[in-house]
């Protein structure tokens, strides 16, 4: 019989990213990736270089499945060669949703990294991560990590120094073989993320040696637990470095299967309605917010979340403990001038602000604006204008947005940062929860800007924007819970199916159409209106939120 095997984590780090990417994308609660939507001769091909060797596992949510991986370790003359692939599909929003990552690392004898290569194509052309890694030229010196990245069609490279040769999640279960599984020690590694570029402390724990089921068989394996980036996963690694079952967060799990049967997709409505709960945070409320744009103050209580103050603070948010507070942007006053902006007009691997046709695309966008605010409202209006609203699971260049003009928040986001910073007006991510009203109301994951407007004499103010929803400044129902890349919003990750949230107070706008009073919000997101597309660009929408 088919036995449930563990999500590899090459596969499973990247994915988690993926479900962040795919959750701020559209809004509702996503997953991995790993693809599909090949046509079966291109698919062929894609995967030819995988001989009798490879492993072949179903990936399943919760359950049901939603795509494949395939891996395979090769010898070479000096170490070894480590692939895996992986294809996901599923349906967001009534569309079909794709992506596909490839992973390959050269390894020494002791799998040690030497060098690796990355993609992510969500369909309309991949990010591809190239690394190459120097050992110290001699002892206690340290690494260079020298990086290419590819989007749009243009490549920018770069080199980091480390302390050590990072690992990455590839090898690891490798280099956890080679003499490391000793119950009760512990092991602490750099884990390099190929998705994010980054790299973070992974924390390894070795338990008792028992038996587990693999297939149907009985095999000896070393109980292992895993944090990282505040998400602890179980896994039980045999002798040999073969990761034989795996607990992954999130509902994650693979099933070893027949190359046939594991590239066999399809994406039950179970999926869909089980997404579209784990996007939603329904807070305890007295009724509903009828129209976000007439919220003038919002007070709320979080539990089950552990963010730093300086994020959950700022732009029309203060935050004191658990209990944030928000105000209608269109109220902020400025104040003395922010010293640190100058960071936020700097060029990033995906926000390529300083590319020719990003700066080209800007200035055509504000032309014959002049005046910070104005200028940032006009390019609020541009971006929205400019994309085709559609869900994708990518990993967002800005120049690859431009390039294909098709996203959902997050990709409306990278390009309006980039194009902000590219005519001098500094602007930062910011990723957390907006309000979509329903028949009971709830908050999904999204992201969007926030961008500082410079009024003179020494004076500005940090404003939240929303060129996804075409709305300036954003509304107070935008409740921030990280600034920055991938990197920064994995602090999110944690939260997932975590979060609660109570509603104590809210003010309205004089005139406004008055809060419904009556029973306390039960947790069924899933009664919401339907999410469907708005004409004005919101991920999600019901038909009053427009």
């Given at each position: 019989m ?10 499973s ?35 030819a ?30 170490g070894?060669?480590?692939q ?19 992973t ?19 369909g ?35 080199t ?18 080679s003499?490391r ?10 884990v390099?993320?190929p ?5 973070a ?32 996963t ?19 799990m ?59 603070n ?47 695309e ?7 604006i002049?005046?910070?605010?104005a ?11 400019l ?14 947005v ?19 910073r ?38 500005g ?62 947790l ?23």
């Open positions: 088919n036995v449930l095997q563990p999500l590899p984590r090459a596969f780090r990247p994915a988690a990213f993926l479900v962040l990417i795919a959750w701020l994308a559209t809004m509702a609660a996503l997953v991995n990736r790993s693809y599909l939507q090949a046509s079966p001769a291109n698919l062929a091909t894609d995967l270089r995988y001989g009798s060797t490879a492993v072949w596992r179903g990936v399943y949510y919760r359950g049901e499945k939603i795509g494949f991986t395939v891996s395979q370790t090769t010898r070479t003359e000096d070894f060669e480590l895996e692939d992986g294809r996901l599909q599923m349906l967001l929003l009534g569309q079909d949703t794709a992506a596909t990552i490839r390959s690392a050269r390894v020494d004898t002791a799998f040690t990294l030497r060098s690796f290569d990355f993609s992510l194509d969500p309309t052309g991949p990010v591809i991560v190239k690394g190459t890694l120097d050992a110290p030229p001699q002892a206690g010196g340290t690494y260079r990590l020298h990086l290419a990245i590819t989007s749009g069609g243009a490549t920018r490279t770069e980091r120094e480390l302390p050590e040769a990072p690992v990455l999640s590839l090898n690891l279960s490798r280099m956890l073989a003499g599984l000793v119950p009760g020690s512990s092991h602490h590694w750099n390099l993320d998705a994010t570029l980054q790299t402390a992974m924390t390894l724990h070795v338990g008792d040696r028992s038996v587990v089921r693999s297939n149907e068989t009985l095999v000896p394996a070393f109980r292992v637990e895993m944090e990282f980036r505040g998400l602890t179980t896994s039980w690694v045999t002798d040999t470095g073969e990761v034989v079952r795996e607990e992954s967060p999130l509902g994650l693979t099933v070893r299967e027949s190359p046939e049967r594991a590239r066999g997709l399809a994406v039950p409505g179970g999926v869909q309605a089980d997404l579209l709960k784990a996007a939603a945070v329904v807070p305890t409320m007295k009724g509903r917010i009828d129209e976000p744009r007439d919220v003038r103050r919002l007070k709320l209580r979080l539990e089950g979340v552990d963010l730093p103050r300086e994020e959950l700022g732009a029309g948010q203060t935050a004191d403990a658990n209990v944030i507070e928000i105000v209608d942007a269109r109220s902020l006053q400025a104040g003395p001038r922010d010293a640190s902006v100058e960071r936020d007009l700097i060029a990033e691997p995906l926000i390529e602000s300083d590319a020719p046709e990003i700066r080209a800007a200035e055509k966008a504000v032309a014959g002049d005046g910070a605010r200028r940032a409202e006009k390019l609020t209006r541009y971006v929205n204008a994309l085709d609203k559609k869900p994708t699971v990518s990993l967002p260049s800005a120049r690859e431009l390039r294909t003009k098709v996203g959902d928040c997050n990709e409306h986001t990278a390009l309006y940062v980039a194009m902000a590219s005519i001098g007006i500094p602007s930062r991510i910011a990723v957390g929860l907006v309000y979509v009203r329903g028949v009971t109301g709830a908050f999904y994951y999204h992201a969007w800007p926030e961008v500082y407007i410079d009024e003179g004499s020494g004076r103010l940090w404003l939240p924007v929303d060129p996804t929803l075409n709305e300036f400044p954003a509304d107070a129902t935008h409740l921030r819970l990280a600034r920055g890349g991938l990197d920064k919003q994995a602090a999110i990750l944690p939260l997932i199916g975590r979060l609660k949230m109570t509603v104590l107070d809210m003010k309205l706008a004089e005139n406004s159409t008055p809060i419904l009073v009556g029973r306390p919000s039960d069924s997101p899933i009664s919401l209106d339907a999410p469907q597309r708005s004409t004005g660009g919101c991920c999600w929408w019901s038909p009053s939120r427009r």
